[in-house]
């Protein structure tokens, strides 16, 4: 087959990316889709569901699932806000703490899926409507922005806090959003884990095959435990961002987005059945779908259609995926 | 029973087999009779199995001719040889567990694919066929709510349930106990007075004497003989199973063990585990290679576990290296140094991680500072070992799926030797792997005593007993009920000790 290098382990996870710039330069909306800022953009729009996609692919390596990171990104934007906008805490005191919230929903969840070895699709699910709740408990069922109620029932307007201005920004000369770098980092962070700790390896030994790393002495509870954890950090960090961004804490932001991010990571390739795959991978899913949406909407093309796109192209770049997959594994 | 006085149900003319070169069965001729139990023994790799497949019509392209009710027949499916009344019982269970007795029942019925399903007649037809064997199961209860032992009746029931002529029954009792097994046995005397022509492949002595109407010994792919249960002795049975062979333990220099390594004192499995043993005593030397023979459910895949820490203990005192060991997890296990190969490769290999990350996975804990791991000593570490254990792999970086079963076994004892084990607990450790892979696994394991890891193994294999065991414990249902020194070590004694129960 003369096009055998499509197929090629190193650059098949490029091939649905690369069609996609392809597409993206034939379609490019009168030179549009040449100009940094639509880069720009794009590397921003993906930022947050890319935070995510960076947890979710360890949770996936150690072959399960995190339903519950959209509501957690929900649960932290509203905390960070509550901290931050209502109690006038400093954006640097603030970031902790609802990190360590996110860590503790992670944990709960991780605990409940290593110990009674309960399945993580059934235990994120329940986490994700709790987390949803929490969020909405908290705020009150109201976005907490600038705008703040007092108990008199006046209402005064608090300056927005350096930390969400440094998060909504750019640097470089404004050429890269601030979110973008929190992105790469995350991805960075991720992939220092899970290619070069003694906890990555775990991790794909328990996805790969729970009961031979259990006899191996791994310390197989603990690892899937510290998979949760992780992606309930970067939950709380994408909904520190996604805060900043909105300039507000809302407790309805962030619906759907662990779909995205299983996406994005299925996208990469990353096996769903655990214990292949990698966060470079995940990386080049994120830009694939940030790109695909992106041309769609430069071209006009409406929401209905963009949806019905994405999920005919999803399901293509899977089936190419496995449909070579197998043969060089 | 006379054979002259009925023509048999099933007849085997000159049937031959061949896989890939090797003979499975060698002109065999073989027939039952109505009313009567056909006992098969041989060795494992003997043909039993080539010759049940042959009848149930799952191997089809034999030479030579089968004949049921005298007339000239060959099955194209398993489906095919049912519908013409050959039943049979496999050693694992083909039941839905989350289905209903009388579902799983009509899941074998030949009936049209879109029927109107009704319940109660379906459960009317699944009672009907338990009541003729005596089996007082409400046909509405789900299969997994049932014992081995019970679940083994409605799988015959089943199998019973249409119009059958002949039953073959491959070691149905292997994964039953004592009152199971005498439940079971009585059923099949029930079946005898039916007419039903019953082909019974059996590995325990006492049971095929017991049941067995006439006896055919199958060895290397040939008969030896078929007789009349009566007119056979035990010694006859296992000699003509062995083939009257010499003992085969290699004479090695009796060795001596200085340093005690393992003390167990009345050791015992928790009893609701699968296959339990009770009150076991034995020890082992620095550097000594100990065999641990039974047949299936004896009980020696679980000693290995529960000294792994992967069973629970009900009693007992075990010292490893003069202090109390009691591990209460795998892991705890690989901290004092005790390492398992499992016999089953898919509980030892990572078949989606390359061949260094499988060999390494134990020691990480030595190859890493701070949590990161040395990839350069470990990569040095996993390349001193490798040519120790004569591996074929085209990088360390290969995925250990894409290698052969031999080379894939090798990756998990790598990963075992990586820890530095004092004692290697190893079950099964060539089963299904090439010759010479098996040879380079003996070497290894050969060397590694000699530099003072101890060694208990379980084998399926009499020749890997031979080939590696300073002494062998026998048990049976449990039970240890042998030892045997490496210069008593004779096939006939135990196999004798593996089946009967005495040595």
Known sequence: ?????????????????????????????????FEWQTHRAVLREIAVGGILACGMTVVIVSGGIDLAVGSVLALSAVSFAWLTLLHGWAGFFALPVVLLVGAGAGALSGALVAWPRMQPFIVTLAMMVFARGLAKELSGGQKISTYVQEPDGTFRTVPLP?????????????????????FLASALVTWVILERLRVGRYLFAVGGNFEAA?????????????????????????????????????????????????????????????????VALTVIGALTLGYLEKVLSLNAYSTELRLMLTGVILVLAVLFQRRFGRETA | MSGASAAPRLE???????????????????????????????????????????????????????????????????????????????????????????DNFELRRAAPAFERRVRGAARERAARALERLELRFDPATPVEALSVAERQSVEIARALAGDVRVLVMDEPTSALFEPDVERLLSLVERLKQRGIGIVYISHRLDEIFRIADRISVLRDGRRVFTRPAREVTRDELVDAM?????????????????????????????PSVPAPFHALDFELGAGERVGVAGVEGSGASTLLRALFGDVPWASGAVTLEGTPYAPKSPRAAFERGVALLASDRRASVFAELSVLANATLSSLGSLSRA?????????????????????????????????????QQKVALLRCLLCGPRLLLLDDPTRGIDVGARADVHELLRELAATGTSILFRSTDLAELFALADRVLVLARGRHVATLARAELDEARLLAAMMGGAA
């Open chain 2, 12 to 102: 085997l003319v000159q049937v031959s087999k061949t896989f890939a070169g090797t003979r499975a069965l060698d002109t065999v001729s073989f027939d039952v009779l109505p009313g009567e139990v056909h006992v098969v023994a041989g060795e494992n790799g003997a043909g039993k199995s080539t010759l049940i497949r042959v009848i149930a019509g799952a191997v089809t392209d034999y030479a030579g001719e089968l004949r049921l009710d005298g007339r000239r027949v060959r099955f194209a499916s398993p489906a095919d040889a049912s519908a013409h009344g050959v039943a049979t019982i496999h050693q694992e269970l083909s039941l839905v567990p989350s289905l209903s007795i009388a």
């Open chain 1, 1 to 33: 087959m003369k096009l055998a290098f499509i197929t090629s382990p190193k650059v098949r996870p490029f091939v649905p990316l690369l069609a996609v710039l392809l597409f993206g330069c034939v379609l490019n909306a009168h030179g549009a889709f």
């Open chain 1, 214 to 278: 259990r006899l191996s002495g791994v310390p197989v509870r603990l690892t899937l435990v510290f998979a949760y954890v992780l992606s309930g950090i970067f939950a709380a960090l994408a909904g520190v961002c996604q805060a900043a961004q909105e300039t507000h804490g809302d407790p309805e932001t962030g619906m759907g987005y662990e779909l995205d991010a299983i996406a994005m990571v299925v996208l990469g390739g990353t096996s769903l059945m655990g214990g292949r795959g990698g």
């Open chain 1, 162 to 182: 350096a930390v969400f201005e440094a998060l909504d920004g750019r640097v470089l000369g404004g050429n890269v959003s601030v979110v973008t770098l929190v």
């Open chain 2, 371 to 407: 949590g990161v791991v040395n990839r350069r000593a470990e990569r040095a570490a996993v390349a001193r070992e490798t040519s120790r254990v004569r591996l074929k792999a085209p990088s360390l970086d290969a995925d250990a799926g894409a290698l052969s079963g031999g080379n």
């Open chain 2, 242 to 270: 062995v083939g009257g062979r010499a003992p085969t333990a290699k004479s090695e220099r009796e060795r001596v063990f200085p340093g005690l390594r393992l003390g167990v004192r009345g050791l015992a499995s928790e």
